[in-house]
């Protein structure tokens, strides 16, 4: 089973940026797409940012311009780099890996990002 395990986040003044890593246990599938998801209390988890393992990226238009996802598919790390950061951006942040077409899909456990002055 694929395990993923996310880390970087923290506390951080609106403007500011941070970087989150998730390290997957495996080998990747050429297929398979991985993402940053978020979840702010009160409010349903969201789409972020996905990126295949050819690399190619799709981002929501909240993030849009100020994320970027990338990853090290001979580490098997994923990355997200958070620039100019905006409190409505404070969440849980979660690594997503799934197989499409199965119904293979894991999530990491989250790692919290606060953007507070």
């Known amino acids: 089973q694929v395990q993923l395990v996310e880390s970087g986040g923290g506390l951080v003044q609106p403007g500011g940026s941070l970087r989150l890593s998730c390290a997957a246990s495996?080998?990747?599938?050429?297929?398979?797409?991985m993402g940053w998801y978020r979840q702010a209390p009160g409010k349903q988890r969201e789409l972020a940012a996905t990126i295949t393992s050819a690399g190619y990226t799709n981002y929501a238009d909240s993030v849009k311009g100020r994320f970027t996802i990338s990853r090290d598919n001979a580490k098997n790390t994923l990355y997200l780099q958070m620039s100019s950061l905006k409190a409505e951006d404070t969440a849980v942040y979660y690594c997503?890996?799934?197989?499409?077409?199965?119904?293979?899909?894991?999530w990491g456990q989250g790692t919290q990002v606060t953007v507070s002055s």
């Open positions: 495996g080998s990747i599938s050429r297929i398979d797409v």
């Open positions: 997503n890996w799934r197989r499409p077409g199965t119904v293979q899909n894991t």
